[in-house]
């Protein structure tokens, strides 16, 4: 019998394994997170909400249908967490906000949360976000700061970083995350984990977000073969969402069983470490990725040195990101207003000043990136760059204490741009800095191209954190 602080330690195949095998049951691995967490959330603030009674009862079920040979679905048993900006019925979503009310009925899934119920998934808690899930980095006026699991100290990065810190821990070993800017890949460098920002409408979100098309919902898990199972369940239409995309035509996890013995063996792949000079990276991340990239040629993979031919384009995203936050406080009294963030009153502020004019030229300029690297795709099938060219910095700040400008985009000029585009993204674990600090290897493919970026991602060994 697996011990229950071992249970902890498993990846969610390997605990499918252990129900098939009758080795142990959905409820005692769920009892064995549920404990993780009270270890963790004192530490390191990453639950918004445990619901230890529905869970309980969640994985009960699970251990009787196993039981009974009758498994239902992908997930059956597997504890997963989920990011409060993303509804789920039975309790509020806060969205890290004292603007939201907790009271209401709260009767509605948003459609990655439906998907997780059919599949027989155990809802364990939801995790922290920062407001509105507006920067990147996790705290927030209601929930306080998200702490970093490989030093307290440091940030987990956001807006997904409760979902971070929670598989980094093994409280819970999937999560899902959102992704605006970087909000999944941010954290999952931080904190060492593989998170996925895949294609836009790949997986369905309702209500829309405020960000509009720039965010993308994905998975947050310790490998790329997890990455590829949670994404096989929350993928497909939803008629709550219009721009959701069908189904895909194959299983993620089918073709990484599919593509194992080849690798990444024969990928074209563009290495960017500045993106053209643009960014400047810490030595130790420089190194670290650049192992990476040796690691992928010696596996097979055509690899050269290659950047993206688009200039910096942050003054694009913050155009669309501040009139986002705009739309989204425009919605709330004055009072709920003076309740908000800071920092989100200043972009708000910011948004509401563009005009429409300002806006369709910057849809001009995302479009003309989108052909440039569609342009870049034609040549290579991959574009591999660092994460983020830092690693985690002092918790409760939203930038450096020597980042200028102040604004969380400073930091993460590797994330934003593929949000523009719609790409496919993907962050693994490739090493650390001398603190310690995990680093962040980031793949890009073409638009649809998922199926290669976890290809690639399987490449590497995943979370180090047991």
Known sequence: MTEPSELTDL??????????????????????????????????????????????????????????????????????????????????????SNAVSERGSWTEDSPAVARLREHGAVLVGKTTTPEFGWKGVTDSPRTGVTRNPYDPARTAGGSSGGSAVAVATGAAPLSLGTDGGGSIRIPASFCGVVGLKPTYGRVPLHPASSFGTL???????????????????????????????????????????????AGVKGLRIGYSSSLGGQVAVRPAVTAAVRAAVTRLAALGAYVEEADPDFADPVDVFHTLWDAG???????????????????????????????????????????????RMARFHRRYDLLVTPTLPITAF??????????????????????????????????????????????GLQLIAARHGDAVVLRAAAAFPGSPMG
Do not use: C
């Not at 009960?60 to 249908?65: P, V």
């Not at 009974?68 to 789920?88: I, R, W």
């Not at 930038?399 to 496919?424: D, E, H, K």
């Open 11 to 96: 990846t969610a195949r390997q605990l499918l394994a252990g129900y098939r095998a009758g080795s142990f049951s959905p409820t005692e691995a769920t009892r064995a997170v549920l404990a993780r967490i009270d270890e963790v959330q004192p530490r390191l603030n990453a639950f918004v909400r445990v619901d230890t009674e529905a869970a309980l009862a969640q994985a009960d079920a699970a251990t009787r249908r196993w039981h009974a040979g009758e498994p239902m679905g992908l997930l059956d048993g597997v504890p997963v967490s989920v990011k409060d900006t993303l509804l789920q019925a039975g309790g509020p979503t806060l969205r890290g």
């Open 215 to 261: 965010s993308h919902v994905g998975p947050m898990a310790r490998d790329a073969a997890d990455a590829a199972l949670l994404l096989d369940v929350i993928s497909g239409a939803d008629h709550r969402d219009p721009t959701a995309l069908e189904p895909p035509a194959h299983s993620y996890t089918a073709a990484l069983a599919e593509d194992a013995a």
């Open 325 to 371: 936050a705009a739309r989204m406080v425009h919605q709330l009294s004055p009072g709920q207003r003076q309740l908000l963030d800071p920092g989100l009153r200043v972009i708000a502020a910011r948004g509401a000043r563009l005009l429409a004019l300002d806006l369709l030229a910057a849809h001009d300029a995302r479009l003309e990136i989108g052909r």
């Open 394 to 439: 002092e918790a409760g700040r939203e930038s450096p204490a020597s980042a200028a400008p102040n604004r969380w985009t400073g930091w993460t000029p590797f994330t934003y741009p593929f949000n523009l585009t719609q790409q496919p993204a993907a962050t693994v674990p490739v090493g650390f800095d001398a603190d310690g600090l995990p680093i």
